[in-house]
């Protein structure tokens, strides 16, 4: 089934027809029901294709694994918010021809969009969020999961923080990374609805402690601790204690701009009291 998309990626990439790469080795047919794998075929029609195509399918074939574990790679890293490990995962994929191939199309971009969020590219997120809209493709359950997730950060980094919370709550249970409770959470906060932000964020939280997520736990006990403190009178020393503790982990993971940020957050806690 692989070797017949990848066969159908580089017909097209050529500007071939199924009749002319076809043409005195099998019928237009037998190509086609190759190309969308709905029949069996021998390995002597596949090399003879591939040679027509100037393609190594084997080659391809690995290419094409390689593009599906570094895609999952990519994902994971920007969950992470690694951004070194997000800058080389992204540099794999794009020097891989078999990019643009339709299996891959809209992950890809959405998952491109998503790396450009991070690095605040607002502007060439929305673009490529607007081109997959366009496409005539019927999204998967989980591509429509992570069309909403990804529309749903770009919201909040836009300001329009009740539309974010509105995208966001379309996700189903189709969609396997929980770490959207995280980007409700803070939207929920946004809008000083602290009750419903309190609620996201310990799902949040128990999502990024079973995947050792250890910078993003730093971030969802950071907001815990705000709405704590925002929501009742709190206790200085048990507040001076708690920032200790997220101060050390920030130092820990050597994370400057969120150590910066959690000496602003316990001044202004002081400063309060």
């Not at 502007?123 to 019927?138: A, F, G, P």
């Not at 409770?181 to 079973?210: D, G, M, R």
Request: charged fraction near 25%; hydrophobic fraction near 35%; charge should be positive.
């Amino acid at each position: 089934m692989v070797k017949g998309k990848i066969l159908k990626y580089y017909r097209e990439q050529k500007g071939y027809t199924q009749e002319q790469l076809s043409k005195g080795i099998c019928s237009v047919s037998h190509l086609s029901k190759i190309e969308r794998g709905i029949t069996e075929y021998s390995e002597e029609i596949t090399a003879i294709l591939s040679k027509q195509l100037n393609i190594n399918i084997q080659d391809e074939v690995r290419k094409f694994k390689n593009f599906e574990v570094t895609l999952q790679e990519w994902q994971n890293a920007i969950v992470m918010l690694d951004t070194d490990e997000m800058q080389v995962k992204k540099a794999a994929l794009d020097a891989n021809p078999l990019k643009n191939i339709p299996d891959f199309q809209v992950r890809y971009s959405l998952l491109l969009a998503r790396h450009y969020l991070v690095f605040y590219e607002i502007e060439k997120c929305h673009k490529l969020m607007e081109n997959v809209k366009k496409l005539d493709i019927n999204l998967s359950p989980y591509e429509s999961n992570l069309y909403n997730h990804v529309q749903g950060i770009y919201y909040f980094s836009i300001g329009s923080y009740k539309k974010s919370i509105e995208i966001l709550k379309k996700i189903d249970s189709n969609y396997s990374s929980q770490e959207y409770y995280y980007h409700l959470a803070i939207s929920y906060h946004a809008v000083h609805n602290n009750t419903l932000a309190q609620y996201y964020a310990q799902k949040a939280l128990h999502y990024f402690q079973e995947t050792l997520n250890f910078t993003r736990i730093l971030d969802t006990e950071t907001l815990i601790i705000l709405l704590i403190n925002a929501k009742s009178q709190f206790s200085l020393k048990e507040t001076r204690q708690f920032y200790y503790k997220l101060i050390q982990s920030a130092k820990k993971i050597q994370s400057v701009n969120r150590l910066m940020k959690l000496y602003y957050n316990f001044g202004q806690e002081l400063f309060r009291s």
